[in-house]
């Protein structure tokens, strides 16, 4: 369901963006990921895209990765939620016509 018709996903939405940036630019001042010299396709998977933007960084893949786990922490309590939600009204729908 999209997030216009589901708001409770809307917070990870919002949330997750601010914090993996956050991430993001704190490895690259810090140094531990390298500053991005190239620009890939949007199509190019994940991990790989970092490797190839930093020109071989791994500091780079390294915090893509923490990004992604990240980012998956943050929306599944939200998603737990979400499906909750879905199945208790399914349940109430088919209680409600037999």
Do not use: H
């Amino acid at each position: 369901m999209p997030i216009m018709l589901n708001p409770i996903l809307a917070i990870p939405f919002i949330i997750t963006p601010l914090v993996t940036g956050s991430i993001g630019y704190f490895a690259t001042v810090t140094g531990f990921a390298g500053k991005a010299v190239v620009m890939v396709p949007w199509t190019t998977p994940p991990l790989i895209n970092a490797w190839l933007s930093t020109a071989g960084s791994m500091g780079a893949v390294i915090t893509q990765l923490i990004c992604i786990v990240t980012a998956v922490i943050i929306y599944l309590p939200f998603v737990k939620i979400a499906s909750r939600r879905a199945e208790q009204a399914a349940l109430q729908q088919a209680t409600d016509n037999p």
